[in-house]
């Protein structure tokens, strides 16, 4: 049974959710099942953030259910460009999240479904939260060969993973979020998590690529309604409370103080690429220009998010050498992104002798450089 949200409801939230810290005593104990209406991927995230940093789950746990519209998320250490075709990204207008969990890159769409698990510390344990997930799904479906990997995913047919996890392990709190392929556009899907640049190292944490399979392939009648509501109905069983999913609304600071300020900071560029793990890209590409060809070779290391050593080398004869070392000057500090390696690169174009061969020579450059982001 879902309770549709209210201003009443909201405060009885508000007054579950908000610890002595927050300015309300809790009143009540006991688990409890909330579902945002937001399908914005950062706010959502906020969410969770607001409910690890807030919440005494000393006496009660929180599950948290919910979907978001397409977006890519990354896991806290991993490097964006290495995990997910980012040109792509920007074509289709789908997000870029940085979630403040461990763990590998996934897809996320209105087809997918997203649970998070709330608990202190000590009684955190995520393989009993998949096994709770995968006893839900038999409950609906017995025949369903669904089980729970030594790696924390859940399988389906013994191949195709269905769901994929990752945690947050605070001082005193914790919690366990884990997807749930229902009906995702699974093309859209390996087109955006396939990175397409080349020359790259770095120390960040890889994703590891695994076969996927939506259960909707499996069962039509397995919409993300009936999983949401039966993997509710699962939790609230093994936790003896009402089976009752509370609706609420990330944006509402009525009920989760300080959560935009929260939203905000996820969206920043400083937290999306800025929080990338030191990289280094060292690659070649070729520029034809009229009848020729031409090897350019591109070192560059960046730190945290930002190019802190670049090195072009290509021919003089091609761009003055005092040209090239300006583009490579001006380079060194900016952020690794294609819009202010544009805005450098119109404001040097300004400054160039009035020249429309050397103008062509040098937008085609800058032009194979925005590329390479």
Known sequence: MVLQSSLKNCLQLSCILRTPKAGFRSTTSGSLIIQSISNDVYQNLAVEDWIHDHVNLENR??????????????????????????????????????????????????????????????????????KLVVKALKALRP????????????????????????????????????????????????????????????????????????????????????????IAEEYATQHHIDHHITLINPADETVLPGINNKTKELQTWEWVYGKTPKFSISTCFNMVYKDSVLDVKVDMDVKHGRIEVCNIDLPEQWLPPALCSELVKSLVGSKFCPNETTMLATTLLRVCPQDDELHNRWSLLCENMVMLM
């Open 61 to 130: 746990q929180v599950l948290f259910l919910w979907r978001n519209s397409p977006a890519v998320v990354i896991g806290r250490h991993q490097n964006p460009w290495q995990e997910c075709n980012l040109r792509l990204l920007r074509q289709k207008s789908i997000k870029l999240a940085r979630r403040r969990s461990g763990g590998g890159t996934v897809y996320h769409d209105l087809g997918n479904i997203n649970l998070t698990f709330f608990t202190t510390r000590k009684k955190y344990e995520r393989m009993e939260n998949l």
């Open 143 to 230: 025949q369903l060969d669904v089980h729970v990997t030594d790696r924390y995913d859940i399988l389906l047919d013994g191949q195709y993973k269905i769901s994929g996890t990752a945690a947050k392990l605070g001082r005193t709190t914790a919690y366990h979020h884990c997807t749930l392929l229902c009906n995702a556009d699974k093309f859209v899907l390996s087109s955006v998590l396939k990175s397409p640049y080349k020359g790259l190292k770095s120390n960040a944490t890889p994703s590891v690529p695994a076969s996927v399979k939506n259960l909707f392939e499996e069962d039509p009648s397995l919409t993300c309604e009936v999983l949401l509501d039966a």
